[in-house]
């Protein structure tokens, strides 16, 4: 196994407490989908996500608002994990 696909954002960071350190030791890469939380992270209307609730979604939007950039912070999170051989970027 050379890679394996998994949901992997500013959000949902599951794969960093599960999986990460296990796939480095079997140098096996991870492709990210869900890299913009459904748009979340890029200007979509707040609502509850993964365990968030909607104003700690709003609270996250505004930092990355004052970032400049949600878009390309969103993206260079995930892509600035050593892990990371390539991420899915849609809506």
Do not use: C, H, W
């Amino acid at each position: 196994m050379v890679s394996v696909m998994m949901q992997y954002s500013i959000f949902d960071r599951r794969p960093e407490e599960e999986m990460i350190d296990a796939l480095m030791q079997k140098n096996v890469s991870m492709i990210a989908r869900g890299t913009l939380s459904k748009g979340l992270l890029v200007g979509r209307n707040a609502k509850t996500y993964l365990g968030y609730s909607k104003l700690q979604v709003e609270g996250l939007q505004l930092e990355l608002s004052t970032l400049g950039n949600e878009l390309s912070s969103s993206i260079q999170f995930v892509l600035n994990q050593p892990i990371i051989a390539s991420a899915l970027v849609g809506i």
